[in-house]
């Protein structure tokens, strides 16, 4: 059974950077692509980025392009999500996620989820 879990995230101020990291255990080899998705309040959960397998391939949503870098570290099985130049809309529970698919960046495809890790970010 695969698991998830998330670490760090916590408060920030706008323009502030922080990173995220994923670490997966249990049936990791069975995984092709895993991904960070957000959900802030009242609002659905929403791709933020994903990575392949062997990191050859990654996909950002167009409000964080050019802010974010998704990475992963196959040899620790974690994957990591830097976010800089943070911004208020930022704001959110971040979950990482992972998926037997090739490659997806579609919520409903990803089969393994984590518990989510706050993010939030002042004005």
């Known amino acids: 059974q695969v698991q998830l879990v998330e670490s760090g995230g916590g408060l920030a101020q706008a323009g502030d950077s922080l990173g995220l990291s994923c670490a997966a255990s249990?049936?990791?080899?069975?995984?092709?692509?895993m991904g960070w998705f957000r959900q802030a309040p009242g609002k659905e959960r929403e791709f933020v980025a994903a990575?392949?397998?062997?990191?050859?391939?990654?996909d950002y949503a167009d409000s964080v392009k050019g802010r974010f870098t998704i990475s992963k570290d196959n040899a620790k099985n974690t994957m990591f999500l830097q976010m800089n130049s943070l911004k208020p809309e930022d704001t959110a529970v971040y979950y990482c996620?992972?998926?037997?698919?090739?490659?997806?960046?579609?919520?409903?495809?990803?089969?393994?989820w984590g518990q989510g890790t706050q993010v939030t970010v002042s004005s």
């Open positions: 996620a992972a998926t037997r698919m090739v490659f997806t960046t579609s919520a409903s495809d990803y089969d393994y």
């Open positions: 249990g049936g990791i080899f069975s995984l092709n692509t």
């Open positions: 990575i392949s397998r062997k990191a050859l391939t990654t």
